[in-house]
């Protein structure tokens, strides 16, 4: 929903190409159409987060003053909306793992009440999901929507970039009570769910 601020730059000018919406086009490793001119960052359009352009300027860095070409990689990629309760996921979505697999897509989620709420009655849920590929047992998303979901999440996405299994998960010791714990004590499985399925929106 958002359009780069590039109207100013004189891009034309320079033979830089960009797309309808006004983003520089480049390759992947951040070149333009002109050979010597990069670009980086939200004005690229790519994944539009402010550790994304810190990561594409590091990419950039080694590729072009170091002598290391180096693509950003954009798999995994965690992000929050901290609204209240905040929401963060890393990975796939059931939907994207669908649309990618050869094998059917497991399914495993958590509803509860944390303990914190126990006292005050407050009935606030927090709701985690594992999405996890039944060939290779590997953890292809996860997502929460509770009280210090960023935080948890950017846990989880160190170990969705070391490929972590669901074995991995399950045989991980939980800090117990915590409500990170519910992600490596989700043992049954919710739905299994075939490349020809729809998913479900709900959990």
């Known amino acids: 929903g958002r359009t780069p601020n590039s109207q100013r730059l004189n891009l034309e000018a320079a033979g830089v190409e960009v797309d309808n919406i006004g983003a520089i086009k480049v390759d992947d490793y951040s070149r333009t159409s002109v050979p010597n001119i990069w670009a980086v960052g939200d004005v690229t359009n790519r994944i539009n987060l402010t550790p994304v352009a810190l990561m594409e300027a590091t990419c950039f860095s080694k590729t072009v003053f170091g002598g290391q070409p180096t693509k950003p990689d954009y798999r995994d990629v965690p992000c929050a909306v901290f609204s209240i309760p905040p929401l963060s996921v890393v990975g796939l979505s059931e939907q994207q793992a669908l649309e990618e697999a050869k094998s059917d897509v497991l399914v495993y989620t958590s509803s509860f009440n944390p303990m914190k709420n126990s006292i005050s009655k407050r009935q606030e849920k927090t709701v985690m999901k594992l999405v996890v ?5 590997k953890v292809l998303g996860a997502s929460m929507c509770g009280p210090d979901a960023p935080e948890i999440i950017q846990g989880m996405a ?10 991995t998960f399950d045989s991980t010791v939980g800090i117990h009570p915590s409500a990170a714990e519910e992600f490596v004590t989700m043992r049954t499985l919710t739905r299994r769910v075939s490349p020809s399925s729809k998913p479900k929106t709900n959990l």
Do not use: Q
Not at 133 to 137: A, I, N, Q
Not at 158 to 167: E, M, Q
């Open 133 to 137: 590929d039944s060939e290779t047992d």
């Open 158 to 167: 160190v170990a969705l970039k070391c490929g972590a299994t669901k074995a």
